[in-house]
């Protein structure tokens, strides 16, 4: 059986993906996040819950990525990591003074997923094929927003990151890619409209509805849908023989975000 590794497994995509993925025959999901409880409320309603391990990891803390995945519950060693879904990261605005939250958010978005891929890649070459990583960034790594410098920068700093890596490691088999979503139908989309509803005097559904309103979808994506597309890039992994689909696609970011940004 092969390990898929997702961090950020207890809500909102992570979670979405965890339970799309537990459906594969021959897949076993590594759940990593810093909340073991809500970690273990996704795993228990997987397909096969018994095959899936809940790892309480800060990712921005290296030395305890690297411990988790060298840990006898990860068990890497006889179960091989052939994916990573390095999805944890924290929303929200910053501003510049004492209360600055910049070094919080690129510690966890930028720095945390620098810390996953780098622990994670002693133990993906060391597995047979082609092995997939994805690195969740965001459509506001394509364009700017007022408020929000530290969640931008980290995540356009997610796409340099998966650039530099892809020709690092694609020769030796791990392609390294990007997800780029726009609006989803999670916690931390919620509360980011609540605070722009608030800011606004205006109620959560009214601008929740003016967001979708300039969406050539006129609609935020779900979880569900973000599962689909992860699945479909993991898909092969864990095949007999064969060539994995998508073995040549690395470097690129997926922009799936409801027609909010077209390149």
């Given amino acids: 059986m092969n390990s898929i590794l997702i961090t950020g497994a207890g809500s909102g995509i992570g979670a979405a993906v965890a339970m799309k993925l537990s459906e594969r025959e021959g897949i076993r999901v590594l759940l990593v996040g810093r909340r073991l409880d809500a970690l273990e409320e996704v795993r228990k309603n997987m397909h096969r819950p018994e095959a899936h391990v809940s790892l309480p ?7 305890a990525v690297v411990s988790a995945l060298e840990s006898s519950a990860a068990d890497l060693s006889n179960q091989p990591l052939t994916g990573v879904f390095a999805n944890a990261g924290i929303g929200g605005g910053n501003q510049w003074g004492p209360d600055d939250r910049w070094e919080d958010i690129i510690r ?15 133990h993906l070459k060391l597995a047979d094929g082609v092995k997939q990583i994805l690195v969740t960034s965001s459509v506001l790594a394509r364009f700017g927003v007022p408020g929000q410098s530290a969640y931008v920068t980290s995540k356009t700093g997610l796409l340099g990151l998966v650039r530099s890596l892809a020709v690092e490691w694609s020769p030796q088999g791990v392609m390294v890619n990007a997800l780029c979503p726009g609006w989803v139908d999670t916690d931390m989309a919620r509360n980011s409209i609540q605070s722009m509803a608030d800011a606004q005097g205006m109620s ?4 929740k509805g003016q967001q979708e309103s300039i969406l050539p979808c006129l609609r935020m994506t779900t979880p569900a849908e973000m599962a689909q597309w992860v699945d479909f890039l993991f898909t092969g992994l864990g095949e007999g023989e064969g060539v994995p689909r998508l073995a040549t696609f690395t470097g690129q970011a997926l922009d799936v975000n409801s027609g909010s940004w077209m390149g």
């Fill in 57 to 63: 990891v800060d990712v921005s803390d290296a030395h």
């Fill in 108 to 122: 966890v978005n930028l720095t945390g997923t620098y810390n996953t891929l780098m622990a994670s890649f002693s």
């Fill in 204 to 207: 959560f559904e009214k601008c």
